[in-house]
């Protein structure tokens, strides 16, 4: 488990695509409390919203570290960004980061850091001595979320599902994969940073053996139609052997996220591929319902569109984020 | 390219198993030239036929390094085995290994070859800076062996299809992706090394543009039917975009290897999952055929057997270590 400096000031760099902020959305919309604002460079464009701060500012209010809240394709802590990092550390700030790239290894960080005594903190740091998987059954309950794509609602989802399980008095754990998981949750695997041969074996770690009763809420990562990242996703999916997989989808899009020439998989084909490779560690699992980022609709747009795709599936489909009857019924279906 | 001390004397530990030899055998059967002899430790039962050798009788013979030549789960060198490298040094030899686990983590290795002027040198060590896969189409043809289950003959498939193929007079190259194919070729990347996320970019990397007439035949990593390394073989697949594949399998094999309770799968399923997850990258992909193993068989029941999985599968089967007109109507399918 880790022991994060907080509350946090979120760090937007120059980015102005809001899909490539979901790490300082996430930390907005589930742990709001441990956020005190914002800071963009020039260029961005992507707001979340929280008051904008400068460094000086968000100490005031005592934070007491920086998150690096986007990511972008290969993890990269980009040249531009350095100032406003070295400014946060002058100011009194920790840095704390998930991209692949670690802030120890920016020169210009680390000696900052060392002369005025600031952590550099790196969650996508796996464990040491991930087993290779064993593809024994584990006892306890397992459900993993699944994406048509990245970035894509599968955190939102499990997060959802888990209040929700709590609000039922089950006894649940969301369990992070991803490093905005880990930061809302305080511990958890970076599942991209584990070496391939140990993925499904990082997965089993991740959701040990547990009482009968009990459920692992599983984050899921990638997408099995993503070109870059499927290994990841199967990798989770054989070592989590998730009872119930629950679909995450966004209808207003078209394409795989940064690749146009990618046509995002229908909600079908998605749900009967996750089952046919799930069945190889857990011949019983099965697709509980369909989570629709329904957001920028209007809510009667969004409650048809949520009970037409829940006749056509023959599945409970529902939006997280509007939390009502119908995410009752995906509940319900989850745990029947 | 790595620059390997030769010739080498095989170290085969104390492995009872002969799956788990697989690099020794490698190295037996597709670089001979570079092997002068093998040595165990008390209780390994495996051999290679090759001379039984201490490490100063090896050096008589002009061995300049010797070669970890098994593999185990976890890639671990083992404390049984410390005393039979530290031998090796102080007779004169490098050490080579392919394992997950470092030579030069173990401090007496370390020690030992820093005092005594010797190179530990480990071949399971991916490139820096693999690219995220783009899932962008390349030039020139490619081909992948992929297995019902790991150590069944991918490596062995691919290099006898490059030998195959170079003797037609193809502009060929075969491209390693596991520790035994690298310390044959001289290159390649250690796919099951590579950090999950990187996967897929790493095979891209692996197989760059080529001209239109050029094929690269790419060893074949795990297995998609395989509860641990699936994600491997995954990532691998997306990122070769293979025109064609060869499916490997051993009728003898009833279950995973190492796993009794995970059966093998069905030729027929194996390809139909491998055509339905290699056609996000390449909509193209075909199975040219099948590559048995009939190591054990007498030649009748061989070449019967290679007939009946032909006419039962309506593709060509062939066995490449018994080389036969089998072996050239596969090559013919591979190409058409």
Redo the contacts between chains.
């Keep these: 488990m880790l022991n994060l400096p907080q509350p946090y000031l979120l760090f937007l760099g120059d980015t102005t695509e809001a899909s490539y902020a979901k790490t300082a959305f996430g930390l907005r919309d589930w742990a709001r409390d441990l956020c005190v604002g914002e800071l963009s460079c020039a260029g961005g464009t992507v707001s979340t919203g929280l008051p904008r701060l400068t460094p000086n500012e968000a100490c005031a209010r005592g934070a007491r570290a920086m998150v690096i809240g986007v990511a972008n394709?290969?993890?990269l802590i980009l040249g531009s960004w350095i100032p406003s990092l070295v400014d946060a550390l002058q100011a009194g700030l920790d840095l704390i980061s998930g991209m692949?790239a670690k802030l120890e290894d920016v020169p210009e960080l680390k000696t900052t850091a060392a002369q005025l005594g600031r952590r550099l903190i790196d969650v996508r740091r796996p464990p040491r001595n991930i087993?290779?998987?064993?593809?024994r059954r584990r006892t306890g309950k397992r459900l993993l979320t699944v994406g048509t794509d990245c970035a894509i609602g599968k955190k939102y989802t499990a997060l959802a599902l888990t209040r929700g399980f709590e609000a039922r008095g089950i006894d649940v754990d969301f369990r992070a994969t991803g490093q905005t998981g880990i930061l809302i949750a305080g511990g958890g695997i970076p599942?991209?940073?584990?070496?391939?041969?140990f993925?499904?074996?990082a997965a089993e770690m991740l959701s040990p053996d547990a009482p009968p009763g009990h459920w692992d809420v599983i984050e899921g990562q990638g997408s099995?139609?993503h070109?870059?990242?499927?290994?990841?996703s199967?990798?989770l999916l054989?070592?989590s052997q998730p009872d119930v997989i629950v679909v995450c989808h966004e209808r207003a899009r078209a394409s795989i996220i940064g690749?146009p020439?990618?046509s995002l998989p229908d909600i079908g084909e998605t749900i009967d591929?996750t089952l046919?490779?799930g069945r190889?560690?857990n011949p019983a699992i099965r697709c509980a319902g369909i989570s629709l980022n329904t957001s920028g609709m209007q809510e009667d747009d969004a409650r048809r569109l949520l009970a037409d795709e829940s006749a056509r599936l023959g599945l409970p489909a529902a939006d997280p984020m509007r939390g009502s009857e119908e995410f009752e019924r995906l509940m319900d279906a989850c745990l029947a």
Tied chains: 1, 2.
């Design positions: 394709s290969g993890g692949h087993p290779i998987a064993s593809g599942m991209d940073a584990v070496v391939s041969d993925e499904a074996g099995l139609f070109p870059a990242y499927a290994a990841v199967l990798g054989h070592g690749l020439e990618y591929l046919r490779l190889l560690t």
